[in-house]
């Protein structure tokens, strides 16, 4: 399969090129083993490969040997090697472009495993955006609406079908080209194996794959809300403490990743909700957790299509913004105010509400010139883009100032 070019590509790059290692972690099947390969001149596959497991043991240097960047591919299933290739840097002084570690999952902390730290670059990658996928005209660059300029550009010609079908197929770089049932049916294996494989390997003992299949199901239901831990216990029928074992798990895993609250100074007199929101790394594995749901099935819930859609935008976000040294936030006070994604860099901010209606483009405005009101922006600046994100339409500025951004013109 050709490759298709990554926006984490440069990053990698750019690490490769001034660290002894890189370490890039995502969870699996988001294309991690072939964004490495591109620029690795030899490989392993530690999750399959059993001698290499046992030269581990033995003798840990044949493993490391061969042209560099090598890659050590899902390097957490011989966890052994992480301080092998930690001394490996250390003894040739820290040369550069040395190794590529892969990793679906994070590890239990071990007193034996050294951090890392002045050796390893650390990368995140997650599933494709739909820049990457082909699904946007690439017209409106988040730097530069982090820079200030206001773009505009023509409908992009996704319709709200469209993004239906892209929230159910998802980012995955195997199958995003594949037919919706395919898809579909590849995303609820992928999670099948989740509830009984991969999080009783990662957890060790036995983990009731029922119980975590009910977990995934309200996490499902309660996707892109700050639903905490007593009402997912309470929706999925477990106790607090199990819910609390299982979303480690899957955080550890990578498969869910939680939005946190944004934390600024405030010029009023409403607290902030420090709860964060709840999201897949993927919106289609949301919709994996049921076995109907489809894009007709979502066309016919639009409230939960809404919520399905913001995530989308968040993931999207998330990845658009790494290379600039962003972070995906989201606020809520004790006014019930909300805004759905504040974008923060060093020194720069950027707030957006997410739209799946256009008949509601005034109400998110509102909310964001609410929010500017709210904040002490002597201390935190000025906004360097107030925007509605949007499923369909033209992207344009209004009178206002605030933007208007179909998500199919949005680039990094």
Not at 103 to 109: C, Q, R, T
Not at 115 to 128: E, I, K, Q, V, Y
Request: net charge negative; glycine share 8%; charged share 25%.
């Amino acid at each position: 399969m050709d490759y298709v070019p990554r926006i984490v590509d440069a990053e990698l790059s750019d690490r490769i090129a001034t660290s002894g290692a890189v370490v890039i972690e995502g969870p699996k099947a988001c294309g991690k083993t072939a964004t490495a390969s591109q620029i690795a001149k030899s490989e392993v596959r530690l999750d399959t490969d059993e001698e290499a497991q046992r030269a581990i043991d033995i003798q840990p240097s044949i493993v490391l040997e061969g042209k560099q960047p090598r890659l050590l591919d899902e390097w957490q299933a011989a966890p052994a090697i992480w301080n092998h290739v930690r001394r490996h840097v250390d003894d040739t002084g820290g040369t550069p472009g040395q190794f590529i570690l892969t990793g679906s999952s994070v590890p239990d902390d071990d007193i034996n495993r050294h951090t890392g730290a002045g050796r390893f670059s650390f990368l995140h990658m997650r599933p494709m955006t739909l820049f990457e996928t082909g699904h946007t005209n690439g017209a409106i660059s988040l730097s530069s609406l982090m820079a200030g300029e206001r773009p505009s550009s023509p409908d992009p010609g996704l319709t709200v079908t469209d993004i239906a079908e892209r929230i159910v197929i998802g980012g995955w770089p195997a199958r995003y080209k594949s037919p919706t049932k395919e898809a579909m049916r590849s995303n609820r294996d992928y999670l099948k194996q989740v509830r009984e494989v991969e999080v009783n390997q990662l957890a060790g003992g036995s983990r009731d794959p029922q119980r975590i299949g009910r977990l995934l199901q309200s996490l499902g239901r309660n996707v892109a809300s700050d639903a905490q831990r007593r009402v997912l216990a309470h929706d999925s029928g477990l106790a607090e403490s199990t819910v609390d074992q299982y979303l480690d798990a899957l955080t550890r895993l990578m498969l869910i990743e939680d939005q946190a609250a944004w934390s600024p100074s405030m010029k009023s007199a409403a607290t902030l909700r420090r709860a964060p929101k709840r999201h897949f790394v993927d919106p289609s594995l949301a919709v994996a957790t049921s076995n109907t749901a489809g894009p007709e099935a979502l066309l016919l819930e639009l409230s939960h299509m809404g919520s399905l859609f913001e995530s989308l935008v968040v993931r999207d976000l998330r990845v658009l913004s790494q290379p600039l040294g962003g972070t995906v936030f989201h606020y809520r006070d004790s006014n019930n105010l909300e805004v759905d994604a504040v974008v923060q860099l060093d020194g720069q901010w950027a707030a957006f509400e997410v739209k799946l209606n256009p008949n509601k483009i005034d109400k998110g405005a509102d909310a964001l010139e609410r929010l500017v009101q709210n904040i002490n922006t002597e201390a935190w600046g000025m906004p360097a883009c107030l925007g509605v994100i949007t499923a369909t339409g033209y992207a344009y500025e209004r009178d206002d100032g605030i933007m208007v951004l179909p998500i199919g013109t949005l680039a990094p």
